[in-house]
T-cell receptor
Framework: GAVVSQHPSRVICKSGTSVKIECRSLDFQATTMFWYRQFPKKSLMLMATSNEGSKATYEQGVEKDKFLINHASLTLSTLTVTSAHPEDSSFYIC??????????????FGQGTRLTVV | AQSVTQLGSHVSVSEGALVLLRCNYSSSVPPYLFWYVQYPNQGLQLLLKYTSAATLVKGINGFEAEFKKSETSFHLTKPSAHMSDAAEYFCAVSQSGAGSYQLTFGKGTKLSVIP
């Protein structure tokens, strides 16, 4: 199956700094990527839908200025957590669906990034 | 609008016993349905998917699920549990139709396998 690579897998940062998480589709083109946040023992919460070449669509309650999403190419989307605070600590996961594929194709997920803000 | 309900946040079975994880969905249009598995600190891996073909879907690792429209269900089963099946399982739905890429996930069911 298609591979989505997410980097880094784990990051610890100081409060007030910014952290960038990359999501790459390695062997397919993805016009649309999704960013999720997963709290402990909870399901995946969709944060935003990232569209190549255009602004991301954020879900209600997600701060656009705090979670900056850039989708500069068909294989790369980035999520930047700006001015991170301890409450931003979480597991972030990206997923992608293949460009031009039928809508019944599954989404491929990255390995996730464990962010800890100290 | 679409939603997914997974009954039971935690299921424990003995090794070799039947695994049954329940999923009910609601969707205003014919749905596509998915089961994903997540191991600790990892992303999600697709187990199987229903996309309006056969109602009984076979997936990886011996799992299968049956789409029952009348019951709006898509329960996941495996005849004999292995220790390696211990993980978190998520049921998800997306809507058929062009441009409908968004997945809606259930809250997940943690499967424990007892030796």
């Amino acid at each position: 199956g298609a591979v989505v690579s997410q980097h880094p897998s784990r990051v610890i940062c100081k409060s007030g700094t910014s952290v960038k998480i990359e999501c790459r589709s390695l062997d397919f083109q993805a016009t649309t990527m999704f960013w999720y946040r997963q709290f402990p023992k909870k399901s995946l919460m969709l944060m935003a839908t990232s569209n190549e070449g255009s602004k991301a669509t954020y879900e209600q309650g997600v701060e656009k200025d705090k979670f900056l999403i850039n989708h500069a190419s068909l294989t790369l989307s980035t999520l930047t957590v700006t001015s991170a605070h301890p409450e931003d600590s979480s597991f972030y996961i990206c997923s992608a669906r293949e460009f031009g594929g039928p809508t019944n194709t599954e989404a491929f997920f990255g390995q996730g990034t464990r962010l800890t803000v100290v | 609008a679409q939603s997914v309900t997974q009954l039971g946040s935690h299921v424990s079975v003995s090794e070799g016993a039947l695994v049954l994880l329940r999923c009910n969905y609601s969707s205003s249009v014919p749905p596509y349905l998915f089961w994903y598995v997540q191991y600790p600190n990892q992303g999600l891996q697709l187990l199987l998917k229903y996309t309006s073909a056969a109602t009984l879907v076979k997936g990886i690792n011996g799992f299968e699920a049956e789409f029952k429209k009348s019951e709006t269900s898509f329960h996941l089963t495996k005849p004999s549990a292995h220790m390696s099946d211990a993980a978190e399982y998520f049921c998800a739905v997306s809507q058929s139709g062009a441009g409908s890429y968004q997945l809606t996930f259930g809250k997940g069911t943690k499967l424990s396998v007892i030796p």
